[in-house]
């Protein structure tokens, strides 16, 4: 019995000591990337990336009569309007309702 409560004597002085002799600051902190290449794990970001490639590289094998081929290379003519759509498009929402009605 006495062994015992020694044993867990030292063993609560020494948790005192190391606490008071390793001063924890601002250093002990990790951050996310240092956890992140601890366990091995790339970022999604990375992954993304490695995916778009993937994409492109696939695309680019691919004959140059294909639709997504072709698509990749599409630059469209004329301009857009700035700003929100016109009111046409809600007047003529409300005269196809009426027409139906």
Avoid at 63 to 84: A, D, E, Q, V
Wanted: aromatic fraction near 8%; charge should be positive; glycine fraction near 2%.
């Amino acid at each position: 019995m006495y062994f015992i409560s020694a044993a867990v004597f030292l063993l609560a002085s020494l948790a005192l000591i190391v606490q008071v002799s390793l001063p924890y600051n601002k250093t002990y902190y990790k951050t996310n990337a240092q956890i992140a290449k601890e366990l091995k794990i790339t970022p999604i970001l990375d992954k993304l990336l490695e995916y778009k490639l993937n994409r492109i590289q696939h695309v680019n094998r691919m004959p140059r009569n294909r639709l997504p081929r072709i698509m990749k290379r599409y630059s469209p003519t004329g301009r857009r309007n700035h700003g929100r759509p016109l009111k046409r498009l809600l007047v003529s929402e409300t005269e196809i309702g009426q027409q139906v009605a």
